[in-house]
């Protein structure tokens, strides 16, 4: 029998890897496994999505059963359940909230219709003759575009309202199972766990101040100008806000093709109703480095990056946890030496990957 370390005749013993060479290596099985991942998670995300948005809702429930108990003297076991119902009590509100709005659009849909049309007859009065010619009878079938048009947003908007009804119900099953072990949550954990709790509350808990203001401000100024489904962009702002960077620009754009279309919108209603929310959101944006902070820990080029690519797995959901997923996945990767310097450089220290490499 054969010595199984003997080198076969006629084979040159194969030379060790250099240092070089190693990292070459472990950086193409890191590439190779963050695209397997990538694909387990886009796979995965019916599942996965209702979970994920259940451990940031349980994360911030657990931030308020802290500062409850803390600032009360309540025991957490009574702190627990009064957390629990706060947070079911408007998650229940916003859904009725919702479906009140989606009631509204298809009693309005009407008078849109009629805009859109009034609009088309005043377009194909200024038309050059020649290009009213060309259309001939083209005028009717014009008109009958924004009826297809708005009673296909109506049906893909309720449809879409059934659905995040429908995950609400699972989220809700997901946190309470996930808050029975309410200390998980609590800022008193200690090693990575409990660093992961302390940064996303610390994020969470500035976010949330700050876009709860900004949308009660937004939401007071388009209920002074009446303008439709003020408590909706309102909602809007308080949840658009945490996409980073562009969630604030979509929040103030959205509400204006209804204010475009509204018979009752004058004028000065629609400018206000554009520049207030603007002014709101400016100071917000200017006071945001001081309320969070950099208690995420990333630079601002890797949460655009985590951006493009958690909006890309996972869609509106990914690019509204995608600041905070990437700082989860930041702490897990700064607590291993090997992959200590990709914690480095999602942290803009550049020096530190150069001298890894």
């Not at 820990?297 to 493009?308: D, E, K, N, Q």
């Amino acid at each position: 029998m054969s010595d199984p370390l003997e080198v076969p005749v006629g084979r040159a013993p194969r030379a060790p890897l250099t240092p070089r060479e190693q990292r070459v290596q472990t950086v193409c099985l890191a590439v190779i496994a963050t695209v397997a991942i990538a694909f387990a998670l886009w796979w995965l995300r019916p599942v996965l999505i209702p979970f994920v948005m259940a451990l940031f809702i349980a994360l911030a429930l657990g931030m308020g059963v802290d500062l409850l108990a803390e600032h009360t003297r309540m025991p957490r076991r009574v702190a627990l359940p009064l957390v629990l119902l706060f947070g079911v009590l408007g998650l229940l509100g916003i859904g009725a909230l919702v479906a009140t709005s989606v009631s509204e659009l298809a009693a309005n849909s009407a008078a849109y219709r009629e805009k859109i049309a009034a609009l088309i007859d005043q377009g194909m009065a200024i038309a050059p003759p020649a290009l009213r010619a060309q259309l001939g009878g083209g005028t009717e079938k014009l008109r009958e575009i924004p009826v297809a048009t708005i009673g296909g947003f109506l049906q893909t908007v309720s449809a879409t309202v059934a659905g995040l009804l429908s995950n609400s119900l699972i989220v809700l099953v997901f946190v309470f199972f996930l808050m029975l072990g309410a200390d998980t949550f609590s800022r008193r954990e200690q090693g990575a766990w409990g660093a992961i709790v302390q940064r996303v509350q610390a994020y969470l808990a500035g976010k949330l101040a700050l876009s709860g203001v900004s949308a009660v401000l937004v939401g007071i100024t388009f209920l002074a100008l009446d303008v439709p489904l003020a408590l909706v962009w309102a909602l809007l702002t308080l949840v658009l806000t945490f996409i980073p960077a562009v969630g604030v620009t979509i929040a103030l754009l959205l509400p204006l093709p209804v204010l475009w279309l509204d018979p009752n919108v004058t004028r000065t209603t629609f400018v206000l109703s554009l520049a207030i929310p603007g002014a709101i959101h400016f100071v917000a944006n200017l006071l945001e480095p001081k309320v969070v902070g950099d208690s995420l820990g990333l630079h601002p080029i890797t949460i655009m990056m985590a951006l493009v690519f958690w909006t890309m797995l996972w869609g509106p959901v990914g690019a509204l946890l995608a600041a905070p997923m990437t700082a989860v996945i930041a702490i897990l990767l700064e607590r291993f030496e090997g992959s200590r310097p990709i914690a480095q450089l999602l942290a803009g220290q550049f020096g530190a990957m150069r001298k890894a490499l």
